[in-house]
């Protein structure tokens, strides 16, 4: 046994030095240069077509918006739809503020009138993220501890109420408690509002 791992030691390192030796060679350097250039040319290629297809997705979206506007109707799947794809922000969990000191962060509360299907979400201006709020267990009050004091944010939340769009939109200042007061909305005050907070979070 002892003789089988000393030869197979050997046989390890003898194929590493042919490895390292192959890997030198004009052929494989050539090879492996090939090969970068038709990785990159994918994947320029791919992101070619993952915008073309935002773009097409983004105007067919818009399209539905407009829609459902002259309707004068609509349904929770569909703002989720719309919202989703002019929104430019990234998820992030709560749990990204942790290592922030007890003086940095603060509780945050918002209060809803009555429990119905909603979706509330978190804008931070500079990190270009976001969070959804959960609402506390049988309460009508979404609630978060960790809180980063010095982040410029707002709050985005919307619903469906008798099949209108309704909307919250309101910045956060400071204070611990807010209330989410929702107004009639359309889809094309919620593409203004997304865009004008992209074009504000970029300048």
Not at 80 to 108: A, C, G, M
Not at 127 to 134: D, P
């Amino acid at each position: 046994m002892i003789q089988y791992k000393r030869e197979l030691k050997k046989w390890q390192k003898k194929q590493a030095k042919q490895k390292d030796a192959f890997r030198n060679t004009p052929e494989f350097k050539e090879a492996l240069k090939r090969r970068e250039v038709l990785y990159q040319k994918n994947l320029d290629d791919y992101k070619k077509a993952v915008k073309l297809w935002k773009v097409n997705h983004k105007k067919i979206i818009a399209m539905k918006g407009d829609d459902m506007d002259k309707l004068g109707v609509t349904t929770k799947t569909q703002m989720d739809n719309y919202v989703f794809t002019f929104n430019e922000l990234s998820w992030i969990n709560v749990d990204r503020f942790y290592h922030l000191s007890p003086q940095e962060k603060q509780v945050i509360a918002l209060q809803t009138d009555k429990i119905e299907e909603e979706r509330v979400l978190i804008m931070f201006n500079n990190i270009s993220s976001m969070i959804s709020m959960s609402r506390k267990k049988n309460s009508k009050t979404y609630y978060e501890e960790n809180f980063p004091k010095q982040e410029p944010a707002v709050i985005f939340a919307y619903k469906v109420v008798d099949g209108k769009a309704m909307l919250c939109y309101q910045i956060i200042d400071g204070a611990q408690k807010y209330q989410l007061n929702y107004e009639p909305t359309t889809f094309a005050e919620i593409k203004a509002i997304l865009s004008q907070f992209e074009e504000n979070r970029r300048s």
